[in-house]
């Protein structure tokens, strides 16, 4: 069993930046996928970015809605990933969710949630205009 636990959420203007922490417990994999999404009131959950690892690297991946504000990153030592979200705007408000599975998803696979494995409780992130 893997535990995941989020962090990092909060309220901010727009134009600022908060900093999200997956933390992972447990069993840990050397080769995965973590995912971040998020889920505005009354929307489906939506792809935000993904990182995948493996013993050749990692490689990050991106929606296009957040392409160039946000950044996915690791520390392996810590068994967690961080979500660096800069320029918010009220649309990016939602809960943030990550998860995680078992080796690296394809691409046609890492925005599907249903490809992973285990999530986190969610962390609520407020944008205010």
């Known amino acids: 069993q893997v535990h995941l636990v989020e962090s990092g959420g909060g309220l901010v203007q727009a134009g600022g930046s908060l900093r999200l922490a997956c933390a992972a417990s447990g069993h840990t994999f050397g080769t995965y996928t973590v995912g971040w999404f998020r889920q505005a009131p009354g929307k489906e959950r939506d792809f935000v970015a993904a990182?995948?690892?493996?013993?050749?690297?990692?490689?990050?991946y991106y929606a296009d809605s957040v392409k160039g504000r946000f950044t996915i990153s690791r520390d392996n030592a810590k068994n967690t990933v961080y979500l660096q979200m800069n320029s918010l705007k009220p649309e990016d408000t939602a809960v943030y969710y990550c998860?995680?599975?078992?080796?690296?998803?394809?691409?046609?696979?890492?925005?599907?949630?249903?490809?992973?494995?285990?999530w986190g409780q969610g962390t609520q992130v407020t944008v205010s205009s």
């Open positions: 998860a995680t599975t078992q080796g690296v998803l394809a691409a046609v696979s890492r925005a599907q949630t249903e490809k992973y494995n285990y």
């Open positions: 990182l995948s690892w493996s013993w050749n690297g990692g490689n990050t």
